[in-house]
C-alpha cells in the first residue's frame, strides 16, 4: 500500500507520521521505503532489512551496484538529478540515504509533500559541504580545528603561515579522496585551486569516531568509541579497533562531544562523527557523516543492534536499540589488490572463511580496482593483540585482483 498518497499535501507533524507509520504497521500494511545510493551501505542495509515488516526500493545509476542484486524494486536513475529523486521519492513513506551526494532541493520536495526524509534535508545540506559543516562547529562552540575558507590555489599562497594544514575540497571529497596534506611550501603545487577548508594540522595521537543514534523523539543513544587506523598512502581506513584504547575521560569527552554534534541538527538519523584525540588527551571534532558509515560495519557482528539494524529502527519508529558491545572486535577494509583492474577475482577465499571468529562480508563488486572498497572482515574476540594479528594474516593471504595488470 503507497499510504504516502494518503497524507500527501497534508500539514502534518512529524510526530503524527511517526504514528501514522505505527498504525501502518499495527494494521500490518508494508511501509515502502526508498534508499537513495546502492553501493555496499545501501545493501548492507536491504540485508538489515529482512528482520522488519518493510518494502525496500533502491534507486541508483549503476545497475550492477552492489545493493541492485539483492532487491526485485531497484530503480535506474541519477541520486543527483532533482526529476529522479522526486518521481522516485514521492511514491515512498520514507526515504533514506547511503551518501550524501544527493539532490537537497528534491529532499526538501519531498518532505513538503510529507514524505518522512531521514535524515533531514537541513542536515544534509551542512554536513555536504565541508565549509558549511566546519561553520557549524564554530557556531555551536564544537571544539574542531582552526581553518580558513580558501576559493583558489592563490589563496593558499597567501596563508603559508597556516602551514602544516589539511586541505579539504568543500564538496566531492569521498574515500579518501578531496583530501590534500599540505606540510611545506613545496606541497602547495599539490594543493586544490576550487572551494576548501584549510585546517590547521593537530598534532594527533588517535583518530577515533562515535556514532550517534537519534530518534525521531529526539532520543540519542551511543555506540562506543572506536580507534581507526588509515592507510597513509590511500587515505583509506585500514583497520578499526573497538573498544577505542584510549583514557576514559577522552571517551566520556568524545561521546558528549558527539551527541552536541548530533543534537544541533535536529533530525532523525544516525551520524557518524570522526575525531581526533590530541596528545594532550583533548577531543576535536574532525567531520560527521549522517548515515550509516564504514566506522560502524563492525556493530554487524559486535554489538546487539548493528548500525543498520538502528537505522531501520528509527526509520520506522521503534524504539533504538541496544548499542552495548556483545565482544570486542576489530574490522579489516578489504581493498582491490594494488597492480590489477578488471573483473574481480578473489584469491584464498576459503582460507579466511576457515579462519574462526572472522565474519567476511564482500560487497558483490563485479569490478576492481587498486584501493577499491570491496569488502571487509570483521574479528571478534576478548584480545585485540591477536585480533590484529588475524587481521594481518588475512592482509597477507587474501587478496582480491583483477583480470588485468596494470
Not at 559486535?302 to 558491545?325: C, K, V
Request: charged share 20%; glycine share 8%; with cysteine.
Amino acid at each position: 500500500m503507497d499510504f504516502n498518497s494518503v497524507y500527501k499535501g497534508l500539514n502534518i507533524t512529524n510526530k503524527f507520521r511517526i504514528f501514522v507509520l505505527q498504525v501502518i504497521k499495527l494494521a500490518s500494511f508494508m511501509v515502502k521505503v526508498g534508499i537513495l545510493g546502492g553501493g555496499q551501505l545501501g545493501r548492507m542495509l536491504l540485508q538489515a532489512s529482512a528482520n522488519y515488516q518493510v518494502e525496500v526500493h533502491v534507486m541508483e545509476s549503476d545497475p550492477e551496484c552492489p545493493a541492485a542484486m539483492l532487491t526485485s524494486n531497484f530503480k535506474l536513475g541519477d541520486i543527483r538529478n532533482y526529476d529522479d529523486v522526486v518521481s522516485f521519492g514521492s511514491t515512498m513513506d520514507a526515504l533514506t540515504i547511503e551518501i550524501e551526494n544527493v539532490n537537497i532541493e528534491a529532499l526538501y520536495a519531498l518532505v513538503e509533500l510529507g514524505v518522512n526524509v531521514i535524515p533531514h534535508p537541513d542536515a544534509l545540506q551542512t554536513i555536504k559541504n565541508k565549509i558549511t559543516q566546519k561553520q557549524y562547529y564554530t557556531a555551536h562552540g564544537i571544539k574542531t580545528a582552526d581553518y580558513l575558507i580558501t576559493n583558489t590555489l592563490a589563496e593558499i599562497e597567501s596563508h603559508t603561515h597556516f602551514l602544516p594544514a589539511v586541505q579539504k575540497l568543500a564538496t566531492g571529497g569521498y574515500d579518501g579522496k578531496g583530501v590534500q596534506v599540505l606540510r611545506t611550501l613545496t606541497d602547495l603545487q599539490k594543493g586544490f585551486d576550487a572551494p576548501a577548508v584549510l585546517e590547521k594540522m593537530i598534532e594527533i595521537d588517535k583518530e577515533i569516531a562515535v556514532t550517534i543514534a537519534v530518534g525521531a523523539d529526539g532520543q540519542q543513544i551511543a555506540y562506543p568509541p572506536v580507534e581507526m587506523i588509515f592507510d597513509p598512502e590511500l587515505n583509506l581506513l585500514d583497520l578499526q579497533v573497538c573498544p577505542a584504547a584510549i583514557a576514559d575521560t577522552a571517551a566520556e569527552n568524545a561521546v558528549a562531544l558527539a551527541m552536541r554534534v548530533a543534537t544541533n541538527f535536529k533530525s532523525a538519523g544516525l551520524f557518524a562523527v570522526e575525531m581526533f584525540v590530541d596528545k594532550a588527551g583533548d577531543v576535536w571534532v574532525n567531520e560527521t557523516a549522517p548515515r550509516v558509515h564504514n566506522s560502524g560495519h563492525h556493530t554487524i557482528e559486535a554489538h546487539y543492534s548493528s548500525q543498520f539494524d538502528m537505522l531501520w529502527r528509527i526509520i520506522l519508529g521503534y524504539p533504538l536499540g541496544n548499542t552495548g558491545m556483545i565482544m570486542p572486535s576489530v574490522m579489516l577494509n578489504i581493498l582491490g589488490a594494488p597492480g590489477y583492474k578488471g573483473l574481480a577475482v578473489e584469491e584464498n577465499l576459503d582460507k579466511v572463511l576457515a579462519m574462526p571468529d572472522v565474519f567476511l562480508h564482500l560487497y558483490g563488486k563485479r569490478e576492481t580496482k587498486p584501493g577499491r572498497k570491496m569488502g571487509h572482515a570483521t574479528i571478534v574476540g576478548p584480545d585485540t593483540p591477536e585480533m590484529l594479528e588475524k587481521a594481518s594474516h588475512i592482509k597477507k593471504t587474501f587478496a582480491i585482483i583483477g583480470n588485468e595488470i596494470i
